[in-house]
């Protein structure tokens, strides 16, 4: 068996899910952050352990300062913190009506893209205020209407929609009367008639 020349040293992970060695710091799994690791340098490679088991491997850098990443390191804390956005914007969407529910399911039928359809029912939401959008997502449901381009159309038509105009009602008939309108002034006209 060849000698194991590997320098080992332990260490905590960074919450940037780093260790450091020489200025340099290579990355782990992202679940790993705050968790202590073994740490064996080569001349040739970098290994990380955690718990006996081979978690990273990385080329060794003699640069300074340099920050060597697996791609795949980031994945996991990529994809939670997604899912916690969707999370936040269902619980959001769903906090504007109570119709919002029914909504949703009319969304996912017509297998649309749910979330890019909610992020922009949210804005509109901001935008219209939530009584004028729990009313166009009922009108939606009853027109059988689902996508945010449907809602954002029910919102613009309400928003123009004029509101009806009273009769007028003048309290007193003399008010009427007592209109006074001069004549006008047509000397302008007979001087200009004159000339031709």
Do not use: W
């Amino acid at each position: 068996m060849p000698y194991d020349i590997g320098r080992i040293q332990s260490q905590r992970v960074s919450k940037q899910f780093r260790v450091a060695l020489d200025t340099n710091h290579y990355s782990v799994p992202a679940e790993l952050a705050s968790q202590r690791v073994t740490l064996k340098a080569y001349p040739d490679r970098v290994c990380i352990y955690h718990q006996d088991k081979l978690v990273a491997r990385h080329v060794r850098s003699y640069d300074r300062r340099q920050d060597i990443e697996d791609p795949d390191h980031p994945k996991e804390l990529l994809a939670q913190r997604r899912k916690a956005r969707e999370q936040r914007l269902l619980v959001q969407f769903l906090s504007l009506s109570r119709h919002a529910q029914a909504y949703l399911e009319g969304i996912e039928q017509r297998r649309m893209n749910p979330r890019h359809h909610l992020r922009k029912i949210v804005a509109l939401g901001e935008i219209y205020g939530v009584e004028a959008l729990d009313r166009a997502i009922q009108d939606g449901i009853e027109f059988a209407a689902y996508s945010c381009e449907y809602i954002a159309n029910i919102l613009a038509m309400r928003a123009r929609e004029a509101p009806a105009h009273g009769a007028l009602y003048l309290t007193r008939r003399q008010d009427l009367l007592d209109i006074e309108i001069s004549a006008p002034d047509l000397s302008p006209y007979e001087r200009h008639g004159d000339e031709h």
